[in-house]
């Protein structure tokens, strides 16, 4: 079990520039979070697929956030134009069923 | 609404000594669960334990237990023998069960520091 797997783990953009986050999510597991956490605002969820369907994205903050769901195995959070702001740290986590969730590294976006 | 609330920001322990993490939530859901998390200073978030809404028992996990209080709506976390290796924050979260659905709503957390 090689857990959940975020890339890049840092990234750092200017504004103004698209920033996309990618995340695979546990072998099986069929329901895919992602969270921001910053120090205001704590952890958020941002969004959550069941089956790459997604099921509630009314944590998503604008029309600049996208997240996407292709396959099983994939998912990604883009950011289109980002601004500073968003600069967090993004965690993606899922789980089977009613399963914990797992949580994978995080990626901390910082936007200059 | 769902709601988690942990009022202690910092908390210090010494060394081999037990804590107690505070947690209170609110749900008008009769079938939830309360799950806590340890994230250490990189930056992980680590899961510790979990309670379901009708479980008889509090739940334990090796030196972490969970004091249950439904009727209270609390959910703390007791951490015995305090190690170093505990200094982390640590996060309490709940969802609903119920159709396998919902999402884990988090508190704010509470910053352990275990003291030599």
């Known amino acids: 079990d090689a857990g959940v797997i975020q890339s890049p783990r840092h990234e750092v953009t200017e504004m103004g520039q698209e920033v996309t986050l990618r995340c695979k999510p546990i072998s099986g597991h069929d329901y895919l979070f992602w969270y921001r956490q910053t120090m205001m605002r704590g952890l958020e969820l941002l969004i959550y697929?069941?089956?790459?369907?997604?099921?509630?994205d009314s944590g998503m903050p604008e029309d600049r956030f996208s997240a996407k769901m292709p396959n099983a195995s994939f998912s990604t959070l883009k950011i289109q134009p980002s601004e500073p702001r968003d600069s967090a740290v993004y965690f993606c986590?899922?789980?089977?069923?009613?399963?914990?969730?797992?949580f994978g590294n995080g990626t901390r976006l910082t936007v200059t | 609404a769902q709601k988690i609330t942990q009022t202690q920001p910092g908390m210090f322990v010494q060394e081999k000594e037990a804590v107690t993490l505070d947690c209170t939530y609110d749900?008008?859901?009769?079938?939830?669960?309360l799950f806590w998390y340890k994230q250490p200073s990189s930056g992980e978030m680590i899961f510790l334990i979990y309670?379901?809404?009708?479980?008889?028992q509090n739940a334990t996990e090796g030196r972490y237990s969970l004091n249950f209080q439904k009727a209270r709506k609390s959910a703390n976390l007791v951490i015995s023998a305090s190690q170093l290796g505990d200094s982390a924050m640590y996060f309490c979260a709940m969802r609903r069960i119920y159709n396998q659905g919902g999402k884990l709503i988090f508190g704010q957390g509470t910053e352990l520091s275990v003291k030599p």
């Open positions: 309670q379901g809404s009708y479980d008889q």
């Open positions: 986590a899922s789980r089977s069923g009613n399963s914990p969730l797992h």
């Open positions: 749900t008008s859901d009769p079938s939830y669960g």
């Open positions: 697929f069941n089956n790459n369907v997604p099921i509630d």
